[in-house]
Nanobody
Framework: QVQLVESGGGLVQAGGSLRLTCGAS????????LGWFRQAPGKEREFVAG????????HFADSVKGRFTISRDGAENPVYLQMNSLEPEDTAIYYC?????????????????WGQGTQVTVSS
């Protein structure tokens, strides 16, 4: 069982930055792709970014390309979502998800484990 824990959310003004962290307890993330998803009030959960289990190539939603980056500094370390030039439309609960030997897919159904989420609020 992989328990994912997100941190780093908070309140920021438009144009600001936040860095989210996804860590795991109980098991290594070495063989897992990591994805970030978000859900705004009244909306469906949507893909934000994902990175394959071997690192390297990452995928991003069109709405965040050029503003967000995802990285993993070695298999044993947390995965980060760096969010720059934040907009009020980025306000949501952000979830980390893990997929065994995945490729960072944007499909929710490809992920096996989910964190509890961290709130990101961007004020205008």
């Amino acid at each position: 069982q992989v328990q994912l824990v997100e941190s780093g959310g908070g309140l920021v003004q438009a144009g600001g930055s936040l860095r989210l962290t996804c860590g795991a307890s109980g098991r290594s993330l070495e063989s897992y792709a990591l994805g970030w998803f978000r859900q705004a009030p009244g909306k469906e959960r949507e893909f934000v970014a994902g990175i394959r289990w071997t690192g390297g190539n990452a995928h991003f939603a069109d709405s965040v390309k050029g503003r967000f980056t995802i990285s993993r500094d070695g298999a044993e370390n947390p995965v980060y979502l760096q969010m720059n030039s934040l907009e009020p439309e980025d306000t949501a609960i952000y979830y980390c998800a893990a997929a065994y030997r995945g490729d960072g897919s944007p499909k929710i159904s490809d992920y096996d484990y989910w964190g509890q989420g961290t709130q990101v609020t961007v004020s205008s």
